[in-house]
């Protein structure tokens, strides 16, 4: 691994939790659409509304990320897509923007059901526009320049079009998975049992859109088919088909927490996918050594990511379990005072080491990736610095989901 790639690592893996938890809210959207009237309606829109509530800002940091990665680290190709999909991602942001209102604003609301309807069509609509650009970017239909391609037929052709529904799929897939487990966890039997179904028909109403649109990309994006099928990008496709079966089989079984983890796991490896598929080209005639920044920015920017991760990932882990736990479902009562245990101070003295070993990690990483030049040691540099956003993360994160 060249420095020049490492960027584009991070960013294929902020894509892919933004994928997967904010497309797990624009889904809940869809289901808020299509609950229908009468008693059972409010009931799935009301809880389609509690699930997302405690996360949804806070799965949207990705997105942000992405952007400020990609400008940072490949600026000629992101004023390329910017400026040619930039229709695409205008109705992206104007559905991001009425989604957040409609969600602040229904609590205060004597109308909840019209102020839902637009937080559905919004939910819908960012999706399917953002999925729209990124089938642009697959199919290279997007230019180096200012604005080179067409405004309108890069993101309204076939290939995008079939991305674009996918993604809406992809997102409701998510959603229902995720609204079934919370269903279960608050006991909530009928709810239980509605997004049970739905998932089991998202999930096969996504696969069929997936090997459909094999025949779509072989006929309209020749060069991503092959990367796809003959290439690299296969073993994406082949992860995926065998996530999302497991998860239909998990759901089906009502194992929703197991269920959890292979859906986003089946939405990851599509992403995965395209990016083997697509490597090393960013856009036609355009790769992503060619794109990348000047080696002083690289390097401080990747070290502002790992800074950023050591705060970042365990206050997401902190929220996401309080939200796993049913902290936010009900009032709980404060734990009793109690004197330390030797089992507390075990545990204090292996974070002690642990966030040694961090420090230990922080340094080499560093050191590899500012005074080396060789590839591998660019490579041991990540590695390292990997190693220490986790061993950081073990050394902090059990202490706060304690406290939480």
């Known amino acids: 691994m060249n420095l020049h790639d490492v960027p584009m690592v ?24 299509v609950a229908g009237g009468g008693e059972r309606g409010t009931r799935v829109r009301d809880h389609a509304h509690r699930s997302i509530g405690p996360v949804w800002e806070a799965n949207h940091v990705w997105i942000v990320f992405v952007l400020t990665v990609t400008w940072t680290a490949y600026p000629r190709a992101f004023s390329s897509i910017a400026s040619t999909l930039c229709v695409a991602l205008f109705i992206a942001g104007i559905g991001m923007v009425l989604r957040g209102a409609a969600y602040a604003l229904r609590a205060g609301s004597e109308a909840p059901r019209r102020i839902d309807m637009l937080f559905a069509i919004s939910s819908i609509l960012t999706p399917f ?15 180096v320049g200012n604005a080179a391609g067409d405004l309108f037929s890069t993101w309204l052709n076939p290939t995008s079009i079939l991305v674009g529904v996918l993604a809406v799929a992809l997102c409701a897939y998510l959603a229902a998975v995720y609204l079934a487990a919370d269903a279960r966890r608050l006991g909530e039997e009928e709810l239980e ?9 998202a999930g096969a109403v996504a696969g069929a859109l997936a090997v459909a649109g094999v025949f779509v990309i072989r006929s309209d994006a020749r060069p991503l088919y092959d990367g796809l099928i003959a290439g690299d990008g296969l073993v994406g ?17 009502r194992r929703y927490e197991l269920a959890r983890v292979t859906s986003a796991v089946a939405v990851t490896a599509v992403v995965v996918g395209w990016a083997l598929a697509q490597e090393p080209t960013i856009l036609p005639g355009l790769s992503v050594e060619q794109a990348a920044s000047p080696r002083e920015t690289l390097i401080a920017l990747i070290i502002a990511i790992v800074a950023g991760a050591v705060i970042l990932f365990p206050s997401l882990a902190v929220l996401f379990s309080m939200v796993l736990r049913g902290r936010f479902d009900r009032e709980l009562p404060a734990p009793p005072p109690g004197t330390a245990s030797p089992a507390d101070v075990l545990r204090q003295s292996r974070s002690g080491l642990l966030g040694r070993l961090a420090g230990a990690c922080l340094i080499a990483g560093f050191g590899f990736l500012t005074v080396a ?21 073990m050394a902090i994160v059990p202490g706060a989901l304690e406290e939480a």
């Not at 991070?10 to 659409?33: K, N, R, S």
């Not at 526009?129 to 230019?143: C, E, N, T």
């Not at 496709?237 to 079984?253: E, Y």
Request: glycine share 16%; net charge positive.
């Open 10 to 33: 991070f960013i294929l893996a902020g894509l892919a939790l933004y994928t997967v938890l904010a497309g797990a809210d624009f889904g809940a959207g869809l289901w808020q659409l």
């Open 373 to 393: 030049d060789a590839g591998w040691a660019h490579a041991v540099g990540v590695l390292a610095l990997g190693a220490f956003v986790v061993l950081g993360f």
């Open 129 to 143: 526009a953002l999925g729209a650009a990124v089938g642009g970017i697959a199919s290279r239909r997007v230019p």
């Open 237 to 253: 496709v082949i992860a995926s088909a065998l996530a999302g079966v497991a998860t239909l089989a998990l759901v089906w079984r």
């Open 193 to 201: 049992g509605y997004f049970r179904g739905r998932s089991l028909a």
